[in-house]
């Protein structure tokens, strides 16, 4: 049984995907990119709510996808 506290995490996927598309998405999602010491470049993309506030904390929730299925 799944705890409510994950509840979000499981949704945030399928509603950022389910109200926006295409050119929406480019204004919901900043396209940002991580270098490292070695010069080796990540990109990302970035979700900052509308109400975001700098002074409260808030859970950091990672979407991570691309193989499609588990390692065994």
């Known amino acids: 049984m799944l705890k409510l506290k994950f509840l979000p995490i499981i949704i945030l996927p399928f509603?950022?995907?389910?109200?926006?598309?295409?050119?929406?998405?480019?204004?919901?999602?900043?396209?940002?990119?991580?270098?490292?010491?070695?010069?080796?470049?990540?990109?990302?993309r970035l979700f900052v709510a509308a109400n975001y506030d700098r002074r409260k904390k808030y859970p950091l929730i990672v979407f991570l996808h691309g193989s499609g299925g588990l390692a065994r």
């Open 15 to 44: 509603l950022l995907t389910g109200f926006a598309s295409g050119q929406e998405l480019e204004k919901v999602l900043t396209a940002k990119t991580f270098t490292n010491a070695r010069g080796e470049s990540l990109p990302y």
